[in-house]
């Protein structure tokens, strides 16, 4: 089992930054797949970012060129850098860990975080 506390979130203008942080507890992440999800209200969680065990990354086109995702296996915590944010970034946004199947599908994670909230105003 794995606990996953997100941090980070927010209100803050367009055009500006946040850091989202992923704590993880009761086992090390060094072996895990990382994820960060989004819902927004009104809609469906959302895919956002990727980290695999080894590094590699993949974004949604929606935050591609703005959005990085990384990791420090030493602190057992992933990361989700913002920038250029836009009000359509405005959502709860979750972190999640190993998924059992297609990477950007909801349900293929078995643990997330409670959440943590970024607006982003006009």
């Known amino acids: 089992q794995v606990q996953l506390v997100e941090s980070g979130g927010g209100l803050v203008q367009a055009g500006g930054s946040l850091r989202l942080s992923c704590a993880a507890s009761g086992r090390t992440i060094s072996s895990s797949n990382m994820a960060w999800f989004r819902q927004a209200p009104g809609k469906e969680r959302e895919f956002v970012a990727t980290?695999?065990?080894?590094?590699?990354?993949y974004y949604a086109d929606s935050v591609k060129g703005r959005f990085t995702i990384s990791r420090v296996n030493a602190k057992n915590t992933a990361y989700l850098q913002m920038n250029s944010l836009r009000p359509e970034d405005t959502a709860v946004y979750y972190c999640?860990?190993?998924?059992?199947?297609?990477?950007?599908?909801?349900?293929?994670?078995?643990?997330w975080g409670q959440g943590t909230q970024v607006t982003v105003s006009s």
């Open positions: 999640a860990a190993d998924p059992s199947g297609t990477f950007y599908y909801t349900p293929s994670y078995n643990y």
């Open positions: 980290i695999t065990w080894s590094g590699g990354t």
